[in-house]
């Protein structure tokens, strides 16, 4: 589904990635962890098409495209997800009339017919029930107003509407309350699926708590230093980072 | 070099043609006026940002005889026309073969100003017909008034709803540049209720210039909603002038949306001339090409506890220019004054210019007022936000212009007349 090799990326002339390598076949789930300044964000930031990233070497295999070459919006179309860890508030543009849009830009893109009215709102009903997200949101404007809480509903219900082959779900877990986290949670557990790959971005083990991964990468300094199954994640909860980063330092010599 | 000699000619053959009287006399001080003004030159402060004269480097038709086909006029009629009262403007002159009057005459009335100034409506008349000149003190003004002709006088009487008026300015510039100088006054009586809103067309390729003043009296209890959409082809300029005195503890409402033009210069002066008078006004400008809007407002506050609410808003881009100059005023006596301005820009193109311009001159010390003015681009982040859910660049900058739009659209209340104008800037944008 997703091949990264060797990926080196910039902001602003510094270099954030240094490196990474990451294979995620399709159903599987992966989770990335790391300390704050590891470059987590980043590289779902290069994954996205962030443009202020600049991508210096390597490649990136997306459902047998070049990742690389493709614009932001036909990347999503292609079929990659990224949950924002920090969703936009747009006012003046309807939730409703934006999901819409994406939904039949990517259906135009693919070649098949936009969905009808009936259709789309009944697909919404679905999803809504899926994701447990209130109608109320949905005819507001695009996270204006939402708490942290309904913001990352929303994205897990654009998740659920677009139907990706990848997700990259960017810190979803910051700034959840323990109720927040469990039906966010509970929303993301309900979208997995054979053919569906999805990619933890998180600081912390508690997301791994709800949403069991099949492996575990720590992400330091710009390389994944250390890779496991779901156990890692329990080891770095009790330990913390350090057990893994001090090594890391003494091996380059730091 | 500017050509204006041919005015005088048109001035001395009205004012020998035509009756003697209360409009000749205000034609004969306009024309003193212009003679002693000339045309404003960027030179003036008030016409710093938009140099009106280079449009008078060539001669225009100032032929009022032009009549226009039917079918042209039902290619511009409004949504919501079939339930209001249509006046037509062509090349400046009011025509009322053209024209449908379809409310009562205890509701409406409507007659050529001439016939106003010579018959009941007199002194009303002589009152108010050029207040105007005391707050717009240019040659334009008072070249308006100075060729005065085929003006038009509406009185508004009804009182349990909106009367709902529509006015079509016209301009047939098919047989060569044409300058039309319409010239109206509405006086919304004691507890009368108006929907007022006004459209231009040129027909015709060569350029036009529509010089345009309308004075608005509105008494006490009077409710007014105004609106002004200006979508014209790229050879119309304009200078049009509101002038909306509240004499009676009233209120109004006015929404000005420019689009397509050449050079448009638009004076919306609101004067509250009376205790508790609530006011507001909104304004869109969404300019590209060599499109130049200028919107010159000014809201004056002469008497205790009014309460003012302004908003402009605006986007230019490819080589287009916008001009905000807001002008608040409040007079010594308006204690309790609340005032408020905002006026927000959206530069698209590195050859497209905003000229923002607040001025709040406060002679009163018992008031609040605030005035805010930003101008900046689109929202990147917002941008990313949609285009990361698969929505093209192009549709997403259209789909936060919409949003930055939305605001002003919804303070056009008529929903047809709203939906006219939503559908109009879609496609304006998406061009």
């Known amino acids: 589904m997703l ?43 290069v994954l996205a098409g962030r443009e202020e990233f600049e991508v210096t070497e390597g490649e990136v295999e997306f ?28 006012p003046g543009v309807s939730t409703t009339n934006f999901i819409k849009a994406a939904v039949n830009e990517k259906r135009k893109y693919l070649g098949q017919e936009p969905l009808d009215a009936v259709s789309f709102l009944k697909k919404m009903k ?120 001090d090594e890391v330092d003494l091996s380059l010599g730091l | 070099m500017e050509s204006t000699a041919y005015f005088k000619d048109q001035f001395e053959q009205l004012q020998q043609t035509g009756p003697q009287g209360t409009i000749a006399g205000l034609r004969k001080e306009g024309f003193e006026d ?100 005391a707050y717009i003190k240019d040659g334009l003004q008072a070249l308006n008034t100075a060729l005065i002709y085929g003006g038009l006088f509406i009185h508004v009487l009804k009182k349990q709803e909106p009367v709902q008026v529509y006015v079509y300015h016209i301009l047939e510039a098919a047989a060569g540049p044409v300058l039309a100088q319409p010239r109206s006054l509405i006086y919304a009586d004691k507890g009368a209720q ?11 390729n060569a350029d036009s210039l529509n010089n345009q003043v309308m004075e608005v009296v509105v008494e006490e209890n009077a409710y007014v909603e105004y609106y002004k959409l200006q979508n014209d082809n790229s050879n119309a300029s304009q200078v049009s002038t509101s002038h909306i005195r509240q004499i009676g503890r009233s209120y109004v409402h006015t929404v000005s949306i420019a689009l397509n033009g050449g050079m448009v210069r638009n004076n919306m002066n609101l004067v509250l001339d009376a205790e508790g008078n609530e006011s507001h006004m909104y304004g869109l400008y969404l300019l590209k090409g060599k499109t130049h809007v200028d919107n010159h407002t000014l809201i004056d506050n ?53 000229n923002a311009k607040p001025q709040l001159e406060i002679f009163a010390d018992d008031v609040k007022c605030s005035h805010g003015c930003t101008v900046g681009q689109l929202d990147e982040e917002a941008l990313f936000y949609l285009r ?44």
Not at chain 1, 4 to 27: F, T
Not at chain 1, 190 to 197: A, C, F, G, N
Not at chain 2, 72 to 80: Q, S, W
Not at chain 2, 106 to 112: F, W
Request: negative net charge; contains cysteine; charged residues 25%.
């Open chain 2, 194 to 204: 108006l929907q007022l809103t006004e459209s231009y067309t040129t027909i015709g």
């Open chain 1, 126 to 245: 679905e999803k809504m029930a899926l994701v447990e997200i209130d109608q109320s949101l949905l005819s507001r404007s695009i996270n204006e107003g939402f708490s942290g809480g309904e913001k990352k509903r929303n994205e897990v219900f654009q998740m659920a509407m677009l139907e990706p082959k990848l997700a990259i779900m960017d810190e979803t877990d910051s700034g959840l309350d323990i109720d927040a986290l469990r039906i966010v949670a509970n929303g993301i557990n309900k979208l997995r699926s054979p053919e569906r790959s999805i990619l933890l971005i998180t600081h912390y083990q508690r997301l791994l708590d709800y949403i069991q991964p099949d492996y575990v990468h720590v992400l330091y300094k710009g390389r994944i230093v250390r890779s496991g199954q779901k156990e890692l994640a329990l080891e770095l909860e009790e330990k913390g980072y350090d057990f893994i980063t």
């Open chain 2, 302 to 354: 002469r008497k205790p506890n009014c309460f003012s609410n302004q908003l402009y808003k605006g986007i230019a881009d490819d080589s287009a220019t916008a001009v905000f100059n807001g002008r608040i005023m409040v007079q010594p006596d308006a204690q309790k004054t609340n005032a408020y301005q905002a006026n927000k820009n959206i530069l698209r193109s590195d050859l497209a210019t905003i």
């Open chain 2, 34 to 133: 212009f003679n002693g003004r000339g045309l404003p030159s960027f030179r003036d402060e008030e016409w710093k940002y938009t140099n009106i004269s280079t449009l008078f480097q060539q001669e225009y038709n100032l032929d009022g005889e032009a009549g226009i086909e039917p079918s042209e006029l039902d290619a511009i009629r409004l949504p919501g026309h079939e339930q209001a009262n249509e006046l037509v403007f062509v090349n400046g002159i009011f025509k009322a073969e053209y024209s449908c009057i379809r409310s009562g005459a205890n509701e409406l009335i409507v007659m050529p100003l001439q016939q106003a100034a010579e018959g009941e409506y007199k002194t009303l008349v002589e009152t108010h017909l050029n207040q105007s000149a």
């Open chain 1, 63 to 90: 459902a047998g495209k070049d990742l690389l070459e493709l614009s932001t919006e036909d990347r999503a179309r292609e079929g990659l997800f990224l949950a924002f860890q920090y969703p936009v508030e747009i």
């Open chain 1, 3 to 45: 091949s990264i090799k060797n990926i080196h990326a910039n902001i602003a002339g510094k270099e954030i990635l240094k490196g990474i390598n990451l294979d995620i076949k399709a159903g599987e789930v992966h989770a990335i962890m790391g300390p704050n300044g590891s470059g987590k964000s980043t590289l779902a930031s």
């Open chain 2, 388 to 431: 990361a859910r698969g929505i093209s660049k192009e549709k997403a900058e259209v789909m936060l212009l919409q949003a930055f739009a939305a605001d002003i659209l919804v303070q056009i209340k008529p929903k047809a007349l709203r939906e006219h104008a939503e559908k109009l800037i879609d496609k304006h944008l998406s061009l």
